[in-house]
């Protein structure tokens, strides 16, 4: 399977985390309607880029992806989440689980 380490570690498989738009450019051209993007710790490209880049970001991400028949999935600690972004993020994406 197939990944990508947002790191800023200079390593093979790592890509810095402020390089959103390369990032995204990497994952649309090989995305198809098998492939489901999982992305983990929404948090820290927000430490890194802040909320409004990662925000949009990841709508971008998801509206290519699903002209794609695609699945995005992301990872997201409500707890660390101010309530204004949170509830953007919700207006976005739909809640796979209601746990905190």
Not at 14 to 24: E, F, H, I, N, Q
Not at 37 to 60: M, R
Not at 63 to 90: P, W
Request: with cysteine; net charge positive.
């Amino acid at each position: 399977m197939p990944y990508i380490w947002m790191t800023k570690l200079n390593v093979k498989e790592g890509v810095l985390p402020t390089r959103l738009a390369p990032l995204l450019q990497y994952i649309v051209d090989r995305a198809d309607g098998n492939t489901v993007v999982l992305v983990d710790c929404v948090e820290y490209l927000i430490i890194e880029n802040g909320f409004k880049a990662v925000f949009k970001f990841l709508t971008t991400l998801k509206d290519y992806l699903s002209t794609k028949g695609a699945t995005l999935i992301l990872i997201v600690n409500r707890k660390t989440m101010d309530k204004r972004e949170l509830t953007l993020l919700e207006k976005e994406f739909k809640w796979l689980s209601g746990k905190v």
